[in-house]
Each structure stands twice: as C-alpha cells, then as structure tokens.
C-alpha cells in the first residue's frame, strides 16, 4: 500500500479553517486506514487553532473525535477487518511498556501520541487529526463502535464521552452519590447522561437559565443558574464529585464549600488561565482537586459498550466541513446544542 492524499480542512491561522491536502502514510503490518465519516468538534481543537496552549505550526488539522468505516487493513492486524465501524479518539500511539501504559492509562504516558500536533513515531511528521476523510492508526489505538450506536452521535463520545466517563467511575459516581457538573457544553452535556446512567443524583451548574428544560430532560435532578446571585444558597456540604467543564477561568471556591467532607472537584475544563483558589475553602473539610485527562483505550471500549448498551447519545447538530469556522465562534459563545459533528463526506468533492 502506498501513502495517499486525502482531503482536509486544515488551520491556516488561529482564525481561519479552510479547505486543504494532506499526505497519510501506507498503513505499516500493525494499521488501519479508516475512511472518516464524522469528527466532532471538541472546544480543544478550538483552544489548539487559536495557539491558546501554546504556538502552533500551521497548517494543522485538528479533530480528535473521529469515527469511520475501516478501508485497510495491516496483514497482523487481527482486531479489526475492511467494514467494522471504527472510532480513534485523542491518542494514536503510547510507549506500551511504561507503568501507565501498562495499567491501561496510556493517556499519563511520557510517550502517549496525539491524535493532532504531535510528532508520530512511526514516520516523523506532525500527526493530522479527524477534519479529513481518511486516517491511518495502530490498530492499539482504534476502537469498535457497536452496531447500535449510529456513527454521527459516537464521534463525540471519543473525546467528550470518555472524559467525563473516566473521572465519573474513578471518583465512584453512583447510587447515593451527589454529583454537580459545571458547565452545560459539550462534555457537560455527556457528563450529567452519564452520571445518571451510573445512578448518581446530578445537579447541572450553568450560566443562564437558557438550558435548563434541556438539562432536565437529560436526567438532571436540579439545576442552578450560576448567574443568579443566590445560586449557591442552601448547597452547603452537598457534593461528593463537582466535575468542572468549563473551557474559561471561573471562580471556584463556592463550588468547593459545596462540597462534603473529602469531597472531590474535578478538573477537566483546560482554560489557558490559572485557576485561583482560597486554601481556606479545602482545609476544612480535607477537600480534594484533581485534573484528570481522556481515559484509557480499554476504558474507552468500555465506555463505548456501556453508552450502547444504555442507548446514551450526545446531542448533536450535524454541519458541513464549509460551517466549521462559524461553528468554532459559536462554541466559544456556548450557542451550541449541544456538539457540532462534520459530516465529512462534505469534505468530498469540494473544488480545489
Ligand atoms: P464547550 O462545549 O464549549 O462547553 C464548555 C461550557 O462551559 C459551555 O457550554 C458553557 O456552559 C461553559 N462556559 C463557557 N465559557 C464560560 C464562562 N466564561 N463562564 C462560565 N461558564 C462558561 O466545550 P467542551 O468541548 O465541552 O470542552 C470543555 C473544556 O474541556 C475545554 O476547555 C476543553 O479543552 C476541555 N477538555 C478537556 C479534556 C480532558 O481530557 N481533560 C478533554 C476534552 C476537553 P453553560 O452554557 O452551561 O454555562
Ligand atoms: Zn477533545
Ligand atoms: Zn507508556
């Protein structure tokens, strides 16, 4: 098999996404080469495009929530065969031998390789994410989407899905259990299905007003207007998990008196700002902060299975690769609802 052009939408400049051809190398004895059909679009790649992080080298395609159809096939790859429905995440490769990797957690690998803006080892160049009709992984690094799980709704449990999945079951989010999710984007949205699905009681924390019909119908069991001035009377004490989503600087320390004796904030939300805290606010009741980042590849296929078995769909508004610079402004002022998802069949055919 040869390397093989494929179209793309590329950044150009931290505000311009704009048609483009990249080169994917022939897939080596361990890939596969999978034929895109939809990429989400994660507020990440969003922070990534606009060097929000750090510099980025243009041109770079972007898009870590990927699903498809496997096209080829490496001979010793024998998880998957030309036809399975396929979906990569955030990582495309990891060392394998570290601690890490070997308990599963190849996303804390010193080696872990991003899906976009990382160097592959395998032939050098800048890996290129999921705005493209055609990718090539290891097959270590790809995941089976069930048959009852339609490809558009699962792109975006690749990133977001996992995301809120993994620190859900590491902090034991589950019956009897309280959890608060800030933030009623992407990964919220996902967070609070989730969260009720393992059994916990879920209070949703946004901005507005605006979203609560919508959060309820999710399964939330309340929700706070953070805008309202009041919005924290009576939580005292309430929270065992207070996931924060929320992809700018927000003040956090009434959601940290929230919380009940070794309560957890969870970080996932990656505002470029430093967060500001008052010691006095964990201190007394041994309050904890974490971060945590994507989940591992077998945690992934978990969560996928569980997501299928449970019939748990993100919400999603379907575009063509032409709206994705409208997308991303539309992200960043929280007007969508509740994940934009390329339909990357319109990359085909656009006239170069
Ligand atoms: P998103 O869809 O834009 O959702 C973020 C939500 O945060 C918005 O919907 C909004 O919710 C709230 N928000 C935004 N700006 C705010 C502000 N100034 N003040 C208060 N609330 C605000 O983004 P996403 O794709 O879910 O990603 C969220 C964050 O997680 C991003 O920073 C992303 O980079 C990060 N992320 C981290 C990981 C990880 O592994 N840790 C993985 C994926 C993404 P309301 O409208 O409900 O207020
Ligand atoms: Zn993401
Ligand atoms: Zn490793």
Redesign the pocket.
């Known amino acids: 098999m040869m390397s093989k052009e494929t179209k793309a939408w590329a950044a150009t400049s931290p505000q311009k996404i704009e048609a483009s051809t990249i080169t994917r190398r022939a897939p080596d004895d361990q890939d596969v080469a999978i034929n895109i059909k939809f990429a989400g679009i994660?507020?990440?790649d969003i922070?990534t495009v606009r060097s929000e992080w750090k510099e980025v080298e243009y041109p770079l395609v972007v898009g870590h929530e990927i699903a498809g159809i496997v096209s080829a096939v490496g001979k010793n790859v024998t998880k998957f065969k030309v036809g399975d429905r396929v979906g990569v995440g955030c990582m495309v490769n990891s060392c394998r031998e570290c601690d890490n990797c070997k308990d599963g957690e190849e996303q804390y690998c010193a080696d872990m390789v991003g899906t976009y803006n990382a160097k592959d080892p395998k032939d050098g160049t800048i890996t290129q994410g999921g705005y493209s009709q055609y990718v090539v992984v290891d097959q270590a690094f790809v995941l089976n989407i069930p048959e009852n799980l339609p490809l558009d709704k699962a792109a975006p449990l690749l990133?977001?899905g996992i995301?809120v999945f993994s620190p859900l079951n590491h902090w034991k989010a589950g019956p009897g259990k309280r959890v608060g999710v800030i933030?009623?984007?992407?990964?919220?949205h996902v967070g609070v299905k989730i969260a009720k699905a393992l059994g916990a009681e879920v209070t949703v924390f946004?901005?507005t007003d605006s979203?609560k019909e919508l959060a309820m119908q999710f399964g939330a069991d309340a929700y706070i207007a953070t805008g309202d001035p009041k919005a924290f009377d009576g939580l005292d004490r309430k929270f065992d998990i207070i996931l924060n989503?929320?992809?700018?600087k927000?003040p956090l320390d009434k959601y940290l008196s929230s919380l009940r004796r070794d309560g957890s904030l969870v970080q996932?939300?990656?505002?470029s700002d430093p967060l500001q805290i008052t010691p006095f606010s964990l201190l007394p009741q041994r309050i904890g902060i974490h971060g945590?980042?994507?989940g591992g590849i077998a945690e992934t296929q978990k969560m996928l299975d569980f997501c299928a078995k449970k019939q748990i769909f993100p919400e999603i508004e379907v575009v063509s690769a032409s709206y994705i610079n409208e997308a991303y402004d539309r992200?960043v002022k929280?007007q969508?609802k509740f994940r934009f998802v390329i339909d990357v069949s319109t990359i085909i055919g656009f006239v170069y």
Do not use: F, M, R, Y
Request: with cysteine; aromatic share 0%.
């Open positions: 994660c507020h990440s922070h990133c977001a995301t933030g009623l984007g992407g990964l919220g946004s901005q979203k989503t929320v992809s700018a927000i996932v939300g990656a505002p945590t980042l994507i992200v929280s969508v």
